[in-house]
């Protein structure tokens, strides 16, 4: 019954009463019996050693403890004195990982085979309430093998029930041992179903090749498609980990993608007589030494769109970034270069002028570099950033502010050819505090540029017909290499006030900054395309930023102060509050968000003006589980709301809420020629311990669709989860409803069973 016992093991016996029968060769332990023998235990009320046979037989409330934590609960046993063999009667056994067997009898054979006999499997624990309740599941079987040398389980003539009702009848199957992590054979299948793809079965099987390598092999079987088959291959070693996975489909309906408008509705080519589609992707993480790691992430396929029609795992995103990388860390020293290709995995064909995927980069290399001394200068913290990029495109991306007219460009966000840029710059800055509370942070700051230019005719044709649009008045600068600096003084004062009583304390911090610089050199125009902070954003959590750009290719110039107050309370009873207003100016010199760039990346953001509009923002929270936040841009004199977005949500049982709305007004030259209102509502419930109801749903109240809705249902105990999902998506343009269904089932220790993820993404 026990582990094998070491050799040269002495036996240990504690016991209130020895009584020795040298006639029959038999001693016999009565009242606490404790049996300690290579690391087993065993404990009972009554123990009876026979010298003759080396049996013992335990009996009353007996527990043996094996030294690999299995637990053996029983009123008799009969084992041999090296615990190798042995019988047993109405036995219960829990194994160190919360599996449980029970059994009439059990035999143990051999030191590993031990077999059961009508016995029960599980891995739900007992109700502590009422220990005679049917688990949430559990194998009935008339024999049950538990070979310890192979790690398996074998259930023969069983039945599988579920909350006590029995489901399936089962002659013969096997599991590995639930102690083992790693071990050959067929996973449970599992199921998926996609209008284009019919209904699809999937049928794993893992090789456990090695403790540091493995491989799974999956066969897919769907109604209108035919046979996917997926390989992946995983190794360990010492310093990292990498991946190979392989998939491929000769589709037997490619027609099946063909919307009721004669649209191809998946990049996959319709009606090729090919009809093959594949993929490969690769994933990997090294550690050189305790300071650098390198990895990749990579993935090529057939077709911009195949792992995500096929959901092929961890390969399916909607957009994804492949990358090979080489990073170092060390205290307050930051080192990373990488080679990235963003993949739009989109239902667009190759050919369509409007597909993002042909439009994206490849970026060859990035590099971040960023040091802080561990010493102060002058008093003050001292940090140095270096940023250097090369990008190159093949396709030329524009936004025509008139689809029907190709010289209608309203703004680049990417040119077709080559472009390259090196940044450093250096920041000293230092903190005094006046006797009044004030706090002073005087700030020094020096960037440099270099980089060039090589763009192809048709992006030099875009440029100069965004450059006759007067409402753009895009520069025309063609220049194919340059060299920049910009040099910032700054000063920001904070004045942080306590106010407190019984119960509350409350912080207001009026703030402003001062920031005096040169203008903003070589703006618009090909002389730095801006690829990398096209996604400028004004509102309150961007307030106080030195330069409010998002990336490195534009920077702010000119003289600007930022001017605000801060507040945050605490309560006794547990709730909190904050908030934050302000508002920019610009002092003198050249105002860099009214100097447009070929994405036009300032325009109606609230900072265009020399007053910029008002922004701000009021959160709270409360330990009942309610949080709430308010944030909004407003016209600097009408006070109209540009931009705007309310939270709510409550966390809490037996149910959760939440909301959100946003309002950004239109800016057309930044490609958005409407406003764009959404409400976004999702709830979940506990409708008992282990069930839950939740659902969401997505509104454009602009063009009055449901953009995205879905519900879902859910069980979940200590040894199995179910989820069953149905949503609903809508394509704003062709209004085309996309429908999906998913359920998952997973039994603790014997696996999962349905699609591989939930059709709804954003349920909590």
Known sequence: MAADVPAGSQMLLAADTLVYDNDNQTVTAVGGVQIDYGGNRLVAQRVEYNR???????????????????????QHVDITD???????????????????????????????????HNGVYTACEPCEDQPDKAPTWRIKARKIIWNGEKKTVRFENSNF??????????????????????????????????SELGVGVKVPYYFALSPTYDLT??????????????????????????????????????????????NNVDSGSAGDPNKFRGMMGTKGQFAINPRWDFGWDVLLQTDKNFSRTYAIEDF??????????LTGLNGRNYFDVRAMRFEVQEKTLPDDPTARAGKQPWVLPSLDYAYIPDMAVGGGQLSFNVNAQAISRERLDRILSDPNNAASVNNVRGI????????????????????????????????????????????????????????????????????????????????????SSTSSSHIFEPMAQVFVRPNEQYVGGLAVPNEDAQSFVFDATTLFERDKFSGYDRMEGGTRANVGLRYSGAYDNGW??????????????????????????????????????????????????????VSGRFDEQSLEVRRAEVKAAYSGLPISLSAKYAFIQAQPLYGF??????????????????????????????QSVLVRDGVGFAYSDSCFTYLMTFSESRDLETKEVSQNIGFNLSFRTLGDFGSSQSSIDTIQ
Not at 52 to 74: H, P, Q
Not at 598 to 620: H, I, K, M, Q, R
Request: glycine share 10%.
């Open 52 to 74: 003759n046979t080396k049996r013992l037989v335990a009996s009353g409330n007996v527990e043996v403890i094996n030294s690999d934590g299995t637990k053996i609960y029983s």
């Open 82 to 116: 090296d615990f190798a063999d042995g019988f047993v009667n109405a036995l219960r056994v829990e194994t160190v990982d919360k599996a449980y067997f029970a059994a009439e009898s059990a035999e143990r054979m051999g030191g590993v085979l031990t077999t059961f």
């Open 161 to 194: 029930e579920f909350f006590g009702f029995p489901l399936a009848y089962l002659p013969a199957f096997e599991i590995a041992d639930p102690t083992v992590k790693r071990k050959s054979g067929f996973l449970i299948p599992g199921i998926a179903y996609k």
């Open 217 to 262: 092999v999956t066969g897919s079987g769907y109604t209108k498609q035919g046979f996917l088959g997926e390989a992946e291959w995983r190794q360990r070693f010492n310093n990292g980990q990498y991946s190979l996975k392989v998939a491929g489909i000769r589709q037997e309906d490619p027609d099946e993608f063909i919307d009721s408008h004669g």
């Open 316 to 325: 399916n995103e909607s957009v994804h970034h492949s990358s090979i990388y």
């Open 416 to 499: 077709e050819g080559q472009s390259g840029r090196l940044t450093t710059e250096a920041e000293w800055k230092r903190t005094f505090t006046t006797d009044g509370g004030l706090l002073l942070t005087p700030l020094l700051a020096l960037r440099g540029d270099v980089g060039y230019v090589n763009a192809s005719s048709a992006s030099l044709t875009a440029i100069n017909q965004m450059a006759m649009n007067p409402e753009i008045n895009a520069s025309d600068d063609m220049r194919t290499s340059l060299a920049r600096y910009m040099a910032t003084a700054g000063l920001e004062m904070r004045w942080p006030v306590l106010f």
């Open 576 to 629: 909190s509050t904050n908030a934050l207003f302000g508002q920019s100016y610009q002092l003198g010199g050249r105002n860099s968000f009214d100097s447009p760039d070929l994405v036009n990346v300032g325009a109606d953001s609230g900072l265009e003006t020399e007053t910029s509009d008002y922004v701000g923002l009021v959160g709270f929270n409360s330990p009942s589980g309610v949080s709430g936040s």
């Open 673 to 702: 020629t409407t406003d764009r209102h959404e409400v976004t509502l999702g709830a979940s419930t506990q409708l008992a311990e282990n069930w839950r109801v939740f659902g969401t749903g997505t509104y454009d109240l602009e």
